[in-house]
């Protein structure tokens, strides 16, 4: 069976980067406190556990080495930045779960509940501290302003992200929240990481100031476009090609954009979203009015919207078209068409 | 009434230290979150709230910047560093106080009993990425270089107090702690911060790596002598002093030094800890039973051990004496004979 380019390239980068992950992991002494390392590497999906040793699909990292490549960077130079990132990301999953009480991830009991509230969230700080130090480690690939900058980015993100993370929180009480908010909300939450990840690779090729501008703005527009495709498919989601069933995020009350969409716009859903009923023929009922009201639409038509200005911002920074640009609009396209 | 030198360097320097916090803080942009900016700034003491507005002595910002002065470098360019220990400082103490179930600190009820758990730990993650940032501007009052050491040093500490934070966890449900397991978790816990203070001190004045060394050597034993002489005052302390019940620890079942000793080399003792008793007559005689076996004797050598390599470090350091140096030793010496 033939492969694509982008297929090839991840074949020979991912590897690279669940090496880098492990050498920089393994690179602190954890002698003093064994346990808080077993605990790390589990979330980082390197204990064979219960026979199942799951992670996530490390899209990030990809992201941070094709945009480097793309620049004609090397791509070993962005390697620090590309697993500071992977790692911040994990950091934020075990503070997440905690905050959301989720109780699986990748199909595996999550940090918390398998060795409580406590140990996670010193856990997940370890984890935090362990991604500042990858990022640092650009000053071996690259230089100190480099390396700087890099590190002051990520931690602009960061902010960012306790923003995001902080209006999600807040919204679970909220009984109305705006569809800016929401915006707002996954800007922070979902897109600001995506954009480090896009701008890394740019700060390690040196870019301007103007296409390291145009890298973030590629990457935010592919994380909300990502997101709200994400809430579109948590709704109207074919059950068989995700892998969960369709109108989930409706049995689960989760606010998404199509649903608050809905409570802004749509009487009838608002009326009937109040209700406690929550059986197969309601959530048909549910998703029904939503479609009528032209949420679905309108979720649609947001989703095209940021996928266009991912898809301009990323053809005006990559004027030459090596591989890794190649690999990369491959990849752009595989995450914003999964399932239209 | 006559003031001694560290007083009056004191009334200099830490209102430098409340507005450089206060400067760091506003720098950063919360319109998208007002919510967690009021969270944070509470935490940090600035909210007048019930009348309170109580915070910490900023003991280590004071150290970092009597440190660098003490070798002849410019306080203001210390600044950022000192600022980040105190944001680091701060925020470890938001998660210890969701870790430890601590409902009340510096007689206000602590973040995560005010807004919940969900929004301390997110609060906290904020207010490490806002030491993070801090110290990252070093770069400018320094250079890219000292900037990048000083970051790379704040999160080798960083990762040392999540492993020190892990053990006191993990010793909580443990029935035997052995105490040179405890003091790798105090080294953890409560020295590697003080000694970040000092030698964050030595980077900005750009010390040599030996006296970098001395620096690092002088904060982790006056952190360790500081702790211990904690935990003495925690059950021989006088409580008129203190204004904490004498035998507190013993009360509350916390397991410092002295207990410990005890545990280990008091049958008596140990056999009387295990009962539920603790009534004002059983503490006396559990704190007797201590003082009988040694474990008073032992708490004190240990105090005046590290105490005396906290000084030989010290004066090795400060070949010449300054009037930071001066109110460097000033401090030493309040800090470590409080009630002795």
């Known amino acids: 069976m033939q ?8 074949q020979t980068l991912l590897p690279k980067i669940e090496s880098a992950l492990k050498a920089s992991f393994e690179g602190h002494d954890f002698s003093n406190s064994p346990t808080l390392k077993q605990m790390l590497a589990y979330h ?7 026979g199942n040793n799951q992670h996530g699909k490390r899209i990030r990292p990809l992201l941070t080495l094709l945009c480097a490549g793309a620049m004609d960077a090397p791509i070993e130079d962005a390697l620090p930045g590309a697993v500071a990132i992977e790692f911040l990301h994990n950091f934020t999953l075990i503070h997440d779960d905690i905050e959301d009480q989720s109780p699986i991830r990748h199909g595996r009991p999550t940090l918390w509940t398998k060795w409580g509230i406590a140990h996670a969230i010193n856990a997940g700080d370890a984890l935090f501290t362990i991604a500042q130090m990858a990022v640092l480690d650009l000053v071996k690939t690259t230089d100190a302003v480099i390396a700087n900058q890099a590190t002051k980015k990520l931690n602009q993100v960061c902010l960012h992200l306790t923003q995001g993370q902080h209006l999600d929180i807040a919204f679970e009480t909220e009984t109305k929240v705006e569809l800016q908010a929401y915006l707002t909300m996954i800007s922070g939450k979902t897109a600001a990481l995506v954009a480090l990840s896009t701008v890394m690779g740019g700060l390690v090729a040196r870019q301007s100031q103007n296409r390291l501008a145009l890298l973030t703005e590629y990457g935010k527009n592919l994380g909300l476009a ?3 495709q994400d809430d579109y498919l948590g709704i109207w989601g074919d059950t068989e090609t995700l892998g969960k069933s369709t109108s989930g995020d409706i049995q689960s009350r989760k606010k998404t954009l199509p649903i608050l969409y809905g409570l802004e716009n749509c009487p009838q859903f608002q009326e009937a979203w109040q ?4 059986s197969s023929q309601q959530i048909t009922q549910l998703a029904n009015f939503l479609s009528d009201c032209g ?6 038509a947001q989703v095209n919207y940021y996928t266009k200005q991912a898809f301009d911002a990323l053809e005006q920074v990559l004027n030459v078209k090596n591989k890794y640009a190649q690999a ?3 990849l752009t396209e595989t995450l914003l068409h999964r399932n239209f």
Chains 1, 2 share one sequence.
């Open 3 to 10: 492969t694509s380019l982008l297929q090839d390239i991840q």
């Open 44 to 50: 980082m999906g390197w204990v064979v556990d219960e």
């Open 226 to 228: 990502f997101q709200i």
């Open 275 to 278: 209700k406690e009923d929550r």
């Open 295 to 300: 949420a679905q639409a309108h979720t649609l």
């Open 328 to 330: 990369l609009f491959e």
